[in-house]
């Protein structure tokens, strides 16, 4: 009994801020927990579109939060190149996304969310590590769908380890963009985002309570 109130309070929560809030965890691994490849992140794949499962598509994703199907994800790297996946060897993370151009020179990617229009995107975070070496400094920003920056880091990542990057009160815009420079130094890991999406009992709460309005008046 007690867990069955717990359900129903948190729809009436849930209700009573006319939203719910649901994320995906992208953790650039396929369905066999195997490093993609450049052509999982070119145009006509599907990876980090409309999220429901943790298993979808062929891809593995982190749902602790929750599916997302009111995102979709794309992809791009400078000078003209798609991103790829790695394995390991940036810092101690595993199955990563990195810049897959030229070791100097201009090599930044991107990784891009956008939702539905009515929807927006909510970024929680992502971990970031650098190559073993001598890494230059890297460039991370996060711009929104105006291509205003939201956020920015500016500085050696963790080669031993990873850098977290997280907000407690997350970035939100209808499309939200990461750009990592020196990509071929620099992997992203694990980024987590959310959407907002009306809930559908907020039209029935609104509906009676203009109805008992009306019954209060009349």
């Known amino acids: 009994m007690e867990r069955v109130l717990k359900k129903i309070y948190m729809s009436i929560g849930a209700i009573a801020i006319g939203a719910i809030s649901s994320a995906t965890v992208l953790v650039f691994e396929d369905e066999n927990f195997a490093t993609l490849g450049a052509g999982d992140f070119d145009d006509s794949a599907t990876f980090g579109d409309r999220v429901v499962a943790e298993f979808q598509d062929g ?22 190149t798609v991103p790829a996946g790695w394995s390991t060897g940036y810092g101690d993370t595993l199955n990563v996304i990195w810049g897959a151009g030229p070791q100097s020179g201009e090599n930044t990617f991107f990784i891009r969310l956008t939702a539905d229009t009515g929807n927006s995107v909510r970024l929680h975070g ?25 956020w920015s880091f500016s500085g050696q990542l963790n080669q031993t380890t990873h850098d977290s990057f997280t907000w407690t009160t997350p970035l939100e815009s209808s499309e939200i963009t990461i750009y990592a420079s020196q990509g071929w130094w620099t992997c992203v890991d694990n980024v987590a985002f959310s959407q907002a999406v009306p809930e559908p009992g907020t039209f029935a709460v609104l509906g009676l309570g203009a109805l008992l309005l009306r019954r209060r008046r009349s």
Request: proline fraction near 11%; hydrophobic fraction near 40%; avoid cysteine.
């Open 59 to 80: 891809y593995h994703y982190g749902t602790a939060f929750g599916p997302t199907p009111n995102v979709v994800s794309s992809f791009g790297a400078t000078p003209g």
């Open 126 to 150: 992502f971990d970031a590590a650098g190559w073993p070496g001598a890494q230059p400094d890297a460039l991370l920003e996060v711009r929104d769908a105006g291509n205003n920056l939201m």
